[in-house]
């Protein structure tokens, strides 16, 4: 599958913290022609046009890390700039108010509220592909045939969302859903901060695509 490429190469930041497939991720964005750099630099990550922020590992301890890379506000000083983030997996988990794991709470970035709980099925963890519910509308999956599977491995998701538009003027969050026992958020749009709970990196062409259509935004 051949993707077009921006004509001019975005310049994007895989943030390092040290809990996250960095290097997959590079080279996932590197097919889309993006200018791609790992780092934990603080103005090379504040100035960069994409800033992704990948996930592996248990929420606290994503949370710690972040915080010691000051990786907590630096996404903060974007979004409020409209400077666009995405997050990968935990990378994604972590943009919630909190998130409970083996009985033991943790904050997160509080960006949308909501709770990160362990997953209500039989199989645990959820590894493996699977296909998601997207809205008609969503930018992060165009072009993207309904059918397509993504490639998910977790124990712990958002079940219920709850940030709403109260306002005619703003823009409700556009929600992807997947289903492993009971549906949980699998990914999310909602102006500059994108997320998905599943490894685009790790999605073949559907998952380059979503890369592609992100790395177009920016």
Not at 79 to 99: D, E, H, K, N, Y
Not at 162 to 172: D, E, G, S
Not at 188 to 196: H, I, K, P, Q, S
């Amino acid at each position: 599958m051949e993707l077009s490429s921006p004509a001019k190469a975005k310049k994007v930041v895989v943030f390092d913290y040290g809990f996250g497939n960095v290097r997959s991720a590079e080279r996932a964005l590197a097919r889309t022609g993006a200018e791609v750099e790992i780092t934990r630099d603080f103005d090379t990550a504040m100035n960069a046009d994409g800033l992704l922020v990948p996930g592996v590992g248990a929420f606290a301890a994503c949370m710690r890390g972040l915080k010691e890379a000051r990786g907590d506000w630096i996404i903060d000083r974007r979004l409020s700039g409209g400077r666009p983030v995405m997050g990968i997996c935990v990378g994604m988990q972590i943009l919630f108010a909190r998130g409970i794991e083996h009985g033991v709470e943790a904050e997160g970035l509080d960006e949308w509220p909501g709770t990160v709980a362990p997953l209500e099925a039989d199989v645990v963890p959820h590894m493996g592909w699977n296909t998601v519910d997207a809205p008609a509308d969503s930018e992060l999956f165009a072009g993207v045939g309904g059918d397509a599977r993504f490639y998910f491995v977790h124990s712990y998701a958002v079940h219920d969302w709850q940030l709403q538009a109260h306002h005619p003027a703003m823009h409700a969050p556009k929600v992807t859903w997947a289903t492993h026992g009971k549906p949980f958020v699998a990914a999310v749009e909602n102006g500059a901060l994108w997320a998905t709970q599943f490894h685009p990196e790790k999605s073949g062409d559907a998952g380059a695509q979503l890369l592609n259509n992100w790395i177009g935004t920016l």
